[in-house]
């Protein structure tokens, strides 16, 4: 039985795609085999990336902007 090491959750998919990464061979084949979204989304560009965590974030800042109108108008409807 061969011994599969643990692998590590926080590795890059930038270091996995190194040819000197003991994984190389392993993540290149993954990928090469993997659905067309998972490499569509391996391919994306940093600036798309960020442009996504910036969408994120704006819709983080609306959420809890709306969670504090609902208490404002709970805190109303019960003192009033």
Sequence with gaps: MSHI????PNIKLSSLLD???????????LLYFSPLWVRSISSLT???IEREKERGRERGKRD???E???EVLFCEKRNG
């Design 5 to 8: 090491p643990n692998l590590n």
């Design 19 to 29: 040819p000197n990464h003991r994984f190389f061979f392993l993540s290149l084949s």
């Design 46 to 48: 940093i600036s798309e």
């Design 64 to 66: 809890r902007e709306t």
């Design 68 to 70: 504090r109108e609902i």
